[in-house]
C-alpha cells in the first residue's frame, strides 16, 4: 500500500489551480471532465511521478464549516515539505501570499502556515 | 472583568503569556504547537481554547478577528494596575 494522492477542498477549481500552479509552482498533471466538476490533479515538478495533489470542490455540505472551523482557529489542512522555510515565505509574501503563522523553528523542524485562497490553511515545513 | 491573580496561578496560563511575549498575535494551533513542542504540553487544543478564555476574561490577552482567522494579543495593562497598588512609593499616592 502507498499514498499515490491526497486532497485539498476547494472552492473554485479555475482558481485554485491558478493559486497551486501560478504561486505556489507545481504543474497540473491531469484534468478529466466529471459532470459539474474535473477531476483535477496537481504534482511537484520536482517529483512529477510522485504524490498527486487532489483540488477537489467543496461541495458538500459538511466540508464549509469543516474548513471555517479550522481556518479560525489557525490549523492547517495539510502540509508541504519545502528546502528553506524562511526562503518560501519571503518568496510567497512577495506574491501576495498571507501568513497566519509566520516562520517558527521547534526541536529542529520550521514550519510557517498560509492562506491557499481557497478556504485552507495550509503548512510548509524544512527539516 | 475575570480576576488576574486567578487567570495567573495556572503554570499553563503563565506559559501561554510567555509564547505571546515572545511573538505577539499567535493562532490557537500555534500556540498548541509552542506548549508541545516546548513545554511537552499534551494539553489538548480545546482544553489550551479554555486557557485563552480565562487569560481573555482577566484582560491578560485580547482576541483579535481578521478576516477568517483569529488572533491572539498579549495586554499588560492588568499587570500595570497590580505595580501602580504596591509597587509605587506611598509619597506618589495622592
Known sequence: MRINLSS?????QDKALRFYTGVLGFVKKTEIPLGEARWLTVVSPEDPEGT??????????????????????????????????????ERLRELGVIFTQAPLTMGGVTTAVFDDTCGNLIQIASQ | MGDVFKALADPTRRKILDELKERDGQTLFEMCGRLASKYQLGSSRQAISQHFDVLEAAGLVESRRQGRYKFHHLNTAPLESIARRWLTEPEQHP
Open chain 1, 8 to 12: 485539498v477542498y476547494v472552492d473554485d
Open chain 1, 52 to 89: 498527486e495533489l487532489l483540488l477537489e470542490p467543496d461541495g458538500h455540505p459538511a466540508t464549509k464549516p469543516f474548513k471555517e472551523a479550522l481556518v479560525a482557529d489557525g490549523v492547517p489542512l495539510t502540509s508541504f515539505a519545502v528546502d528553506d522555510v524562511e526562503k518560501e515565505h
